[in-house]
């Protein structure tokens, strides 16, 4: 964990803060972000400010300021009178990211299929197989990680800023929220929707790219409706079994 037992950072922590060549705000940003990726800060649970810039060994202010950074990335809301928690999103939110997403990273790899380099192509690749290897380690933290990596290295590729703030704005978003809210997805299909990304950037295929990376992040939009769906039968299956005692599972359809 990040914290002591009597609530301060540890000395690794504080000296990441410390040596960062980033300003303060962003580095408390990144900590706190850190914490909610990690399910250690969890959706509804405040965040203090007083006790963060504190465990921090800082003032208020860049904490303030910091929390209203990601109140702007959907992460975090901030309630008259009630302070700072972390948001919770229902799933309608989660797939309208997902479908946006998905128009952002096709016009990323549409582009970086001109611009990217053969140096930037290397890399990609590397990515891509060190997404393989952890996901035979069953390594889904690094994983995840490196799924971002991967992705923000297209946007990069693509020389357009607006597509880089776009990416920057959603990815945190996304590795969040979708990270704890869907089940295991198949890893092999994941890996092999990456292939046909990397390959078709490799072939200077601009369209095929763009249906590629479109259609892995439709992909993602899919398991959530698939999940939500699950979730809502189950709470219906477990409704009516309260309400006529029976397991309604082992009932044939009329």
């Known amino acids: 964990r ?8 540890t000395m690794p922590d504080r000296q990441h803060l410390e040596n ?5 705000p962003e580095r408390i940003k990144r900590y706190i972000l850190s914490r909610i990726i990690s399910g250690e800060l969890k959706p509804n649970e405040r965040i203090y400010e007083a006790r963060l810039a504190r465990e921090l060994g800082t003032s208020q202010s860049p904490v303030r300021e910091a929390l209203r950074d990601l109140v702007a990335l959907g992460l975090v809301e901030i ?3 009630r302070g700072a928690r972390v948001r919770a999103v229902d799933s309608k939110e989660l797939i309208d990211v997902a479908v946006f997403r998905s128009e952002v990273d096709a016009l990323a790899a549409r582009l970086a ?12 690749a590397r990515l891509r197989d060190e997404m393989r290897v952890q996901a035979q380690d069953g390594d889904i933290d690094s994983y995840a990680s490196t799924n971002s990596a991967f992705h923000g290295a297209i946007a990069r590729a693509s020389l357009n800023q607006p597509v880089q703030r776009a990416f920057a704005q959603l ?4 590795k969040t929220y979708f990270s704890v809210t869907l089940p295991e997805p198949d890893l092999d299909v994941m890996l092999a929707e990456h292939d046909l990304i990397v390959e078709c950037i490799a072939a200077r295929d601009p369209e095929g790219a763009a249906k590629a990376a479109r259609n892995h992040q439709l992909h993602v939009a899919r398991l959530i ?25 082992t009932q044939s359809n009329p």
């Open 171 to 174: 990815e945190p978003f996304g």
């Open 113 to 124: 299929a001109h611009e990217m380099t053969p140096e930037d192509l290397t890399e990609l």
């Open 225 to 249: 409706v698939e999940q939500t769906l699950a979730e809502d039968t189950a709470k219906i299956r477990a409704t009516l079994q309260k309400r006529l005692g029976t397991n309604i599972s």
């Open 79 to 81: 309630l008259p009178r």
């Open 2 to 9: 990040y914290m002591k037992g009597n609530g301060t950072m």
């Open 20 to 24: 960062s060549g980033e300003l303060l």
